[in-house]
């Protein structure tokens, strides 16, 4: 039998039998903390069948005992110097107990003290004799609770992140880390780290909050140690003081420790110059970061760390990036897209805080779009995120708020809830940043970079850019004097919109009046084109106005009955004057040609359009060729107008003879020309009769003015009957010289229905004539004839 493990098993098995509660809850509390699964229950069989049985302690129950101690020194090499503590206190209590008792002066001032049970505190009792010997028991204490070395991690399968890196965001199948980018410091820092792997000591690491620190020296760590070594990562407050014991059951394993932000480890029960030292003499190095300010304050602040950190020669990291650093970033952008973010945005945000900050950003921003979080702060990051993806950077704060209510079916936030979500949005995180930055302009914002990435990288929580966001986007940046921003946008909407597989009608659309603000008519009309074949109504008339514009009224048509027919009134009217041009060219085509019925029609277009002369050459060519029915009063009419009145009278009997009775009314006006009133009169009444409104209506003036008055009304009327909208004005307003206002309001409002211009002010004179206000009315006394 193992003489060591002999005696050991010997001396618990006597304070067994003895039976100490203390040994009893000291071994067991022991043994529960053991790698070996089976040693709590053989222990506790032990102590329940012997505990307090002195007398029945024998060769058997040591047997058990010395297989137990076997077991332990096999398996778990901390708990077996525990248990090796006990049984040597045991030992010395027995030789205390049979050692002679010391024999004390009569004369002696004795201390009746006793001690009998209470709890252990300390290794101090004060008493003047105490018989028996003293049994003083040490438990588990608080330092001897660090795992053994065989279950520290090793290197080449720890991780950076559990070990404090910052985690970037991932995509997809990337590495969890993006690709270490060398940094100036790497040299120094690197034989810093094997002289301690050689010698022991404290490699320290300092800088600015999300300068690095921790990925840097991870690097080293990894690039300069054996895979095999064995990293022990303690949390912040652990109580080192039992790691030198530890480490001298390691065996020939290479150990580290690993303390990120060293600050959290410093202490009594910490990392000290003793224990530092202890470590060095046992070849295991200290790897720690710290801030600069925490850095500072220990080591010129604090006494009780200057002992700790002053041999130590800090390699210190800048946030700010040198242009051999951005270089070997540059290098290394093609191959990771976190990377290629970090670069691009590398003017305006740190590298690292880039690629350690934005996860958090991200994680943050997704979960405030629920509506007991965040919601509108959400949509206004999401608008900025949007509008950066436009091209479009830095944009004014009312830019975003209009923004933000293109997101879903909401209501338009109050000035006061856009004021807390942009404060939301804006607070800065992580000692670093917000998700919206100020902009370079006063009142302007910005995405923070990271997200604006994620989003052209696809992460989830981004959707499309809306397509009514991208005409806000243009507007943003519509600036003659900035071509460059203004191309960036309309590129970038041509990639967002316009691939060629896609036919989204609303893209197709957007993209076509982004290109026709732009000036690119051309391109406008393919994306127009492209949607109107597709089936949107809206292209359909944007499409026909541009072409109508280009005076391709043949091409714009079809267009434009597609849009006219949706209700785009600006198609609507193009239509109708492309129409009326095209049909001009067609009839004067077929007019040339020598058709009658071609030249009836030209004129009358010409006619309307203002162009008489021309109108009166075809109306005789449609004469000519068998029309004068139908043209005579029209040649008749302009021939009025041009004061020939002969050739005048001449074509408008030939309407008489052809039938048109419209010549009648002709006739009546070329002898009131002449001044023969009663044959006007005649050929009025004749036309009137016939069924001519302005007949009766010129035949009413003319009996008007002879003061037939009630022969006037009656032709007024009768005009009115035909459709003469003068007629009902005229005999309203005759009758309101007599006074027969209830008459005269009963045909102005008829007047006023058909919409003559000037029925309102008659009304209006009748209302005062009513009340005796009558503006301008003739005094009193003035003679009849005299009109207001």
């Not at 020296?217 to 530890?246: E, K, Q, Y």
Request: with cysteine.
């Amino acid at each position: 039998m193992d003489a060591e493990l002999g005696s050991l098993a010997e001396a618990l098995g006597r304070g067994i039998a003895e039976g100490s509660p203390d040994l009893n809850a000291l071994l067991s509390d022991t043994a529960s903390r053991s790698v070996v699964p089976s040693l709590v229950p053989r222990l506790k069989q032990v102590l329940t069948r012997f505990q307090g049985k002195s007398g029945e302690w024998s060769l058997v129950a040591a047997q058990d005992m010395f297989e137990i101690l076997r077991l332990v020194r096999s398996r778990d090499a901390v708990v077996y110097e525990e248990l090796k503590v006990i049984a040597e206190a045991f030992a010395e209590d027995e030789r205390a107990r049979t050692a002679p008792v010391p024999q004390r002066a009569p004369d002696t001032a004795t201390n009746a003290n006793t001690v009998s049970g209470g709890t252990f505190n300390e290794p101090v009792v004060q008493a003047g004799s105490i018989p028996g010997g003293v049994h003083t028991y040490y438990g588990q204490t608080s330092h001897s609770g660090l795992p053994r070395v065989a279950d520290w991690p090793q290197l080449d399968r720890a991780n950076a992140i559990a070990l404090g890196v910052r985690r970037p965001r991932r995509i997809a199948d990337e590495r969890p880390l993006s690709r270490y980018v060398a940094r100036d410091c790497d040299p120094a820092l690197d034989a810093q780290v094997r002289a301690a792997a050689r010698e022991g000591g404290l490699v320290l690491v300092t800088g600015e909050p999300l300068s690095g620190k921790t990925r840097t020296l991870w690097a080293a760590l990894f690039t300069n140690l054996s895979g095999t070594t064995r990293i022990l990562h303690p949390a912040p407050g652990t109580d080192l003081r039992g790691l030198t014991d530890v480490l001298r059951a390691r065996g020939d394993a290479e150990c580290v420790l690993w303390l990120d932000d060293l600050d959290g480890h410093l202490g009594e029960y910490g990392l000290t110059a003793a224990l530092l030292a202890e470590l060095a003499r046992l070849r295991v190095p200290v790897l720690a970061t710290m801030s600069d300010e925490a850095y500072d304050a220990h080591r010129f602040g604090s006494p009780a760390h200057t002992r700790l950190l002053s041999g130590v020669d800090p390699v210190e990291l800048g946030a700010e990036w040198s242009p051999a650093e951005v270089e070997r970033l540059a290098a290394a952008a093609p191959d990771d897209l976190r990377l290629a973010g970090a670069y691009a945005h590398r003017v305006r945000h740190s590298t690292p805080a880039y690629l350690s900050v934005g996860p958090e950003l991200l994680g943050e921003w997704r979960r405030a779009r629920r509506p007991n979080a965040h919601p509108l702060g959400h949509r206004l990051v999401l608008a900025a995120i949007d509008l950066a993806r436009c091209g479009v950077d830095e944009v004014p704060a009312d830019v975003l708020r209009g923004a933000s209510d293109l997101y879903g079916d909401v209501a338009p936030a109050s000035s006061e809830e856009f004021d807390q979500a942009l404060e939301w949005a804006s607070g800065i995180r992580h000692g670093s940043t917000g998700m919206l930055v100020p902009g370079a302009e006063d009142g302007t914002w910005r995405a923070y970079g990271s997200l604006v990435e994620d989003a052209r990288d696809g992460l989830p929580g981004f959707g499309p850019v809306p397509c009514k966001l991208w005409p806000l986007a243009v507007e943003a940046v519509w600036r003659e004097d900035d071509l460059e921003a203004m191309g960036a946008v309309l590129e970038r909407a041509r990639a967002a919109l316009g691939p060629e597989e896609d036919d989204d009608l609303e893209a197709l659309l957007t993209l076509g009046r982004i290109e026709e603000k732009y000036g690119d008519g051309e391109a406008a009309e393919g994306w127009f084109r492209r949607a109107a074949d597709a089936g949107s109504m809206e292209a359909a008339g944007l499409l026909g106005g541009l072409l109508f514009n280009r005076e391709d009224s043949a091409a714009a048509i079809p267009y434009l009955e597609k849009g006219a027919e949706s209700g785009d009134t600006e198609a609507q009217r193009m239509l109708g004057i492309a129409l009326m041009e095209r049909s001009e060219h067609w009839l004067r085509a077929a007019a040339e040609r020598g058709d009658g019925l071609a030249a009836f029609w030209l004129g009358d277009l010409l006619c309307g359009g203002g162009a008489e002369a021309d109108a009166l050459r075809w109306y005789r060519k449609a004469a000519e060729a068998g029309r004068r029915g139908e043209v005579a009063t029209r040649i008749g009419n302009m021939l009025h107008d041009l004061r020939d009145y002969d050739e005048a009278e001449k074509w408008f009997r030939i309407a008489v003879e052809e039938g048109d009775l419209d010549g009648l009314n002709g006739i009546g006006l070329v002898f009131e020309e002449r001044g023969s009133l009663e044959a006007a009169a005649r050929f009025y009444q004749q036309a009137a009769e016939s069924g001519d409104s302005t007949g009766a209506h010129n035949l009413g003036v003319i009996m008007e003015n002879r003061g037939a008055l009630q022969e006037a009304r009656k032709w007024f009327a009768r005009a009115h009957e035909l459709g003469d909208h003068d007629g009902a004005f005229l005999l309203g307003e005759s009758l309101l010289e007599e006074k027969r206002y209830s008459e005269a309001e009963e045909w102005l409002l008829k007047a006023k229905d058909q919409g003559h211009h000037k029925a309102e002010r008659a009304l209006a004179d009748l209302k005062a004539a009513r009340s005796g206000d009558l503006p301008g009315s003739p005094a009193p006394d003035a003679p009849d004839n005299v009109k207001a």
